[in-house]
């Protein structure tokens, strides 16, 4: 099942600060559809396991490892 077609993620160093950020969401909401929120300590973000199939067009350009900053 797709969820959304767009993730964005957002790092805070504190719980509060991460709660600045969810406030911010509520306030610019779009008025139809949904935003869905999911906090994550970064001990759960570090067990995060991808499956996947054949190395899509850009893995294969780019390698999986590697971080592209635009």
């Known amino acids: ?3 959304a077609p767009e ?8 719980r509060r600060a991460s709660e600045k950020h969810y406030r911010r ?3 610019y909401a779009p008025r139809s559809g949904t935003v869905r929120a999911l906090r994550l300590t970064e001990k ?3 067990g995060i396991v991808m499956l996947s199939g054949e190395n899509d067009y850009q893995e294969k350009i780019v390698g999986k490892n590697c971080l592209i900053m635009l």
């Open 25 to 27: 969401l509520e306030e």
């Open 1 to 3: 099942m797709r969820i």
């Open 44 to 46: 759960q973000y570090a």
């Open 7 to 14: 993730v964005f993620m957002r790092i805070t160093p504190t």
